[in-house]
């Protein structure tokens, strides 16, 4: 079992930059490829960015390619999210998620759209970035 839980968000001004941070539990965190993904209102969840066990690969949404950047520490069972130049449509709930698997399509879209089958899920923070 892993529990997820996220912090760091908050409200920005356009062009601003946030960290968002995921604490994971449990002893087998960097068995796990990790990742996030937001949800704005109305609006479905959808891929943000994913890395591997030992955070060399990464994945990134077209959308945040360049201004966002994913990365782990597995000694501190942590995974973060840094978004610069952030934009009033960057607005949403950011949720960490942790599968075993990161290539394919169950969880992150590394070869197709995701089916959101993330092994756990956190309970995700608010982003709002004003203009």
């Known amino acids: 079992q892993v529990q997820l839980v996220e912090s760091g968000g908050g409200l920005v001004q356009a062009g601003g930059s946030l960290r968002l941070s995921c604490a994971a539990s449990?002893?087998?965190?960097?068995?796990?490829?990790m990742g996030w993904f937001r949800q704005a209102p109305g609006k479905e969840r959808e891929f943000v960015a994913a890395?591997?066990?030992?955070?060399?690969?990464?994945y990134y949404a077209d959308s945040v390619k360049g201004r966002f950047t994913i990365s782990r520490d597995n000694a501190k069972n942590t995974v973060y999210l840094q978004m610069n130049s952030l934009k009033p449509e960057d607005t949403a709930v950011y949720y960490c998620?942790?599968?075993?698997?990161?290539?394919?399509?169950?969880?992150?879209?590394?070869?197709?759209?995701?089916?959101?089958?993330?092994?756990?899920w956190g309970q995700g923070t608010q982003v709002t970035v004003s203009s």
């Open positions: 998620a942790a599968d075993r698997i990161l290539y394919g399509s169950r969880c992150y879209p590394t070869s197709g759209p995701s089916r959101s089958l993330c092994d756990y």
């Open positions: 449990g002893r087998t965190f960097s068995r796990y490829a």
């Open positions: 890395t591997g066990w030992t955070g060399g690969s990464t």
